[in-house]
């Protein structure tokens, strides 16, 4: 079975930061976790380098246009190896085999493109037509310094695909979510479509209109076809079709309107299937400010990740807030994270577990007679990947974490009542199918936190001998073994 998902194309004109990392670590734990559920995933990400944002940004740095891309371009590919990013396809709207898909999408809407001319606002930071009446003091909502335009340009005919769209959102509730999104997207689309301008003649960064050289895309036109692009489009269009129907699109809140109305319109438009899902995401403040290069409070990926470690800032990241809601990074926030989960829930439990048997002689003797206790910890552990799965299809993925954090949270409490180490003590024949009921729900933690953890989780596979590729593991029974030593999870912070 075929599963897509994919991250925005990031703009190169600035570093990446927390919020580029939120992005692109949601759609990873989705990807992760459905190629462990045996899924066939394509999981995309990459680079938006067309438009006059990142041509300005190229003059601004003293660069040749094609340099500075390929240099800003390189810090999100690093980006997402800091992150542990597992995608498939890194695409870079600059490469020959999107400018041919871009330009074939162009060619398969045409019957929907007329010229005219443009005269109006212009918002570059968001790359945006905007309205007089939502300029405030010269400023756009983005808080951009808006330009006059008056240009001949190309435009697509939105306002013909307004009722279309509503009644695709009605017969399919759940293609923009989170609900609240969904609502707002309805809301904007009954006010009104205008047709929108979709080509730029002032500068020529960007990938030329077919048959009118002076023209280049707008670069939202250019942006959107990057998924069909990593799809196979045009040349592997069955494919193309096939992975879009199933694709997930993780978008932050406020390019909600580019993905769930004007990429929908152009994809009817152009006779193609539409995605199965775009799901929004909400904005990271840093200790309760809006990150913002004058107040120097951006949240770094590299200085996060150098000092809290990785997986924790991936947990973090998921469990602070509800996907889908804004949150604020602090580092009292954090650290509290780290010491009361990590540390003391997940660490404590694998040291618990572990060291014990390790204190014993190292032997773990599976033994499946289980007490009436020890096999409801065991069936709980077995059926959490079921469990996890729903929210995990919902991109709710705060619930797939608190689902799993239940059954840390039993296995605590199943220690705490067995009292291994006093069954040890009176040398109760009990003692090992209790460790290995311990040992089978950390199995099962351990599946579950490895698309969020995966570095821990393969800490954990190794403590356990296993392999962790597949759900499917977490029905085998353990065989008797030497157990290799555990070492610590996650340092406390101060
Ligand atoms: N290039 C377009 C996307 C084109 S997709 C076909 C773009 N790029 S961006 O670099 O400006 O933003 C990429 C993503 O980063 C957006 O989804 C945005 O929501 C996200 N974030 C930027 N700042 C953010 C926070 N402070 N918090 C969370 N995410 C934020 O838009």
Redesign the pocket.
């Known amino acids: 079975m075929d599963f897509c998902v994919?991250?925005?194309?990031?703009?190169?004109n600035?570093e990446p930061?927390?919020?580029?990392a939120?992005?692109s670590t949601a759609a990873d734990i989705i990807a992760r976790f459905k190629r462990l559920d045996g899924f066939n995933v394509h999981f995309s990400t990459g680079?938006?380098e067309h438009g006059i944002k990142v041509a300005r940004s190229a003059e601004k740095a003293q660069m040749d246009v094609h340099a500075f891309s390929d240099m800003m371009s390189q810090k999100f590919k690093d980006m997402s190896q800091l992150m542990n990013i597992s995608y498939d396809d890194f695409i870079r709207t600059t490469e020959p085999r999107h400018i041919e898909s871009a330009q074939t999408l162009w060619t398969m809407i045409e019957s929907d493109i007329y010229k005219s001319s443009y005269v109006g606002w212009y918002d570059p930071r968001?790359?945006t037509f905007v309205n007089e009446s939502d300029i405030v003091d010269g400023l756009a909502p983005s808080g951009g310094k808006v330009e006059w335009m008056e240009e001949e340009s190309f435009f697509f005919r939105l306002s013909a695909y307004q009722d279309k769209l509503l009644e695709y959102y009605e017969e399919h509730p759940d293609f923009i979510a989170p609900i609240s999104r969904r609502n707002e997207v309805i809301s904007f689309v009954k006010s009104g479509l205008k047709d929108l301008c979709i080509s730029r003649s002032k500068f020529d960064w960007g990938i030329p209109v077919p048959g009118a050289i002076d023209h280049v895309m707008y670069?939202?036109i250019d942006?959107?076809a990057?998924?069909l692009t990593t799809f196979g489009f045009p040349h592997d269009r069955a494919k193309a079709e096939a992975r879009m129907r199933e694709c997930v699109?993780?978008?932050?809140?406020?390019?909600l309107r580019?993905?769930a109305v004007y990429?929908p319109a152009f994809l009817m438009a152009a006779n193609l299937p539409l995605p199965k899902r775009i799901f929004?995401?909400?904005?990271?403040?840093?200790e309760g400010q809006?990150?913002s290069k004058s107040i120097g409070n951006v949240?770094n990926p590299n200085e996060i990740v150098a000092k809290y470690g990785l997986d924790a800032v991936r947990y973090f990241l998921m469990r602070e807030v509800r996907f889908g809601e804004?949150?604020d990074f602090s580092a009292d926030a954090i650290s509290k994270r780290i010491n009361y989960d990590l540390a003391n829930d997940l660490g404590n439990l694998v040291q618990r577990v572990l060291a014990f048997i390790q204190k014993r002689d190292g032997f773990l003797r599976a033994d499946y007679n289980f007490s009436e206790s020890a096999k409801i910890l065991v069936d709980h552990a077995r059926e959490l990947i079921a469990k996890v799965r729903p929210y995990i299809d919902k991109q709710d993925l705060h619930g797939a974490l608190d689902t799993i954090w239940g059954l840390v949270t039993e296995s605590n409490k199943f220690v705490n009542d067995v009292k291994p180490w006093e069954l040890a003590k009176k040398n109760d024949p009990q003692l090992d199918s209790v460790l290995t009921a311990l040992c089978e729900s950390l199995k099962s933690i351990a599946f579950g936190i490895s698309p969020f953890m995966p570095g821990t989780a393969a800490k954990i596979f190794g403590f356990l001998n296993l392999k962790g590729h597949s759900f499917d593991e977490i029905q085998n029974n353990f065989e008797s073994q030497k157990l290799p030593a555990p070492t610590p999870l996650f340092p406390k912070e101060k």
């Open positions: 994919t991250t925005p194309i990031y703009y190169i600035g930061h927390v919020g580029h939120y992005a680079t938006d968001d790359e670069v939202w942006a959107l990057n998924y699109h993780i978008v932050g809140k406020e390019i580019f993905h990429w929004a995401h909400g904005w990271w403040t840093s809006k990150m949240v804004d949150g």
